[in-house]
C-alpha cells in the first residue's frame, strides 16, 4: 500500500498570512498514463471532508484561488495564500493512483 | 445540485451485521463509479471501497476483504455497503462518496451515518 505523509500535523496561523502543508508518498504517484493522481481536502469542525485541488494542482468547481497545489512524482505541497477563518480545519492528502486509495494523516490549521 | 444521503447507520453487537444505503440525486448516478469511506472518532480518513459505475469492478481495503460488500442499483440510484461480522474497530461515521474515475477523485461526500460496535 502507498503510504502518506503530511508535514506538520499541526500548523497555527495569524489570518491573512500564508500557509503551507507538505505531503510525500512511499512511493512514486505517477500511474501508467502518465497522470498523478494526488488530490487534496479540507474538512471543516463537523462537517464531510470537500475536495480542493486534483492532480496536484487543479482547484475544483468553487475553491478560492488563495488554494494552491504543486508538486511531483513523491512530493506535493498545498498552500494558502493568505488564510482566512473560514480554512480552519483538518487538510488530507489522498491518492488515487492505485487501490487501495489511501490518505494522510491530516493536518489541523488553526488560527494562533 | 449533487445530494448523497447515506442511512442504516446504528448501534450493533461484535459479530453483527449492518447494511449501509445512500441514496443519490442530482447526477446521472449510472455513469458515474462510487465509494464509502470511514473516519473512526478523532481520526482520519480510511478509504473502505469502491464500484464501477456498472458495478463490474469492485475494489475493497484488506481492513473489511471478506466481510464487506459493495453493491449498487442504477434503477434506484442507491448504493449500499453491506458490513457482517462486525468488529469493535468498525466503528466510524461512514460516507458514501462520489467518484469521478478520470480524476481518480471523491469530488462529493454524504454527511455521513454513524456505526458503533459494541457489547
Known amino acids: 500500500d502507498i503510504v502518506m505523509t503530511q508535514t506538520p500535523l499541526s500548523s497555527p496561523v495569524t489570518l491573512g498570512q500564508p500557509a503551507s502543508i507538505s505531503c510525500r508518498s512511499s512511493?512514486?504517484?505517477?500511474?501508467?498514463?502518465?497522470?498523478?493522481?494526488l488530490s487534496w481536502l479540507q474538512q471543516r469542525p463537523g462537517q464531510p471532508p470537500r475536495l480542493l485541488i486534483h492532480?496536484?494542482?487543479y482547484r475544483f468547481s468553487g475553491v478560492p484561488d488563495r488554494f494552491s497545489g504543486s508538486g511531483a512524482g513523491t512530493d506535493f505541497t498545498l498552500k494558502i495564500s493568505r488564510v482566512e477563518g473560514e480554512d480552519v480545519g483538518i487538510y488530507y492528502c489522498?491518492?488515487?493512483?492505485?487501490?487501495?486509495?489511501?490518505f494522510g494523516q491530516g493536518t489541523r490549521v488553526e488560527v494562533k | 445540485e449533487v445530494q448523497l444521503l447515506e442511512s442504516g447507520g446504528g448501534s450493533v453487537q461484535p459479530g453483527g451485521s449492518l447494511r449501509l444505503s445512500c441514496a443519490a440525486s442530482?447526477?446521472?448516478?449510472?455513469?458515474?463509479?462510487m465509494s464509502w469511506v470511514r473516519q473512526a472518532p478523532g481520526k482520519g480518513l480510511e478509504w473502505v471501497s469502491t464500484?464501477?459505475?456498472?458495478?463490474?469492478?469492485?475494489h475493497y481495503a484488506d481492513s473489511v476483504q471478506g466481510r464487506f460488500t459493495i453493491s449498487r442499483d442504477n434503477s434506484k440510484n442507491n448504493v449500499y455497503l453491506e458490513m457482517n461480522s462486525l468488529r469493535a474497530d468498525d466503528t466510524a461515521v461512514y460516507y458514501c462518496?462520489?467518484?469521478?474515475?478520470?480524476?481518480?477523485?471523491?469530488?462529493?461526500w454524504g454527511q455521513g451515518t454513524l456505526v458503533t460496535v459494541s457489547s
Open positions: 462518496a462520489k467518484i469521478l474515475w478520470s480524476s481518480r477523485i471523491i469530488d462529493y
Open positions: 442530482g447526477f446521472n448516478f449510472r455513469i458515474y463509479g
Open positions: 464500484i464501477s459505475d456498472t458495478a463490474e469492478n469492485t
Open positions: 512511493q512514486s504517484l505517477v500511474h501508467s498514463d502518465g497522470n498523478t493522481y
Open positions: 492532480k496536484i494542482s
Open positions: 489522498m491518492q488515487g493512483t492505485q487501490f487501495p486509495w489511501t
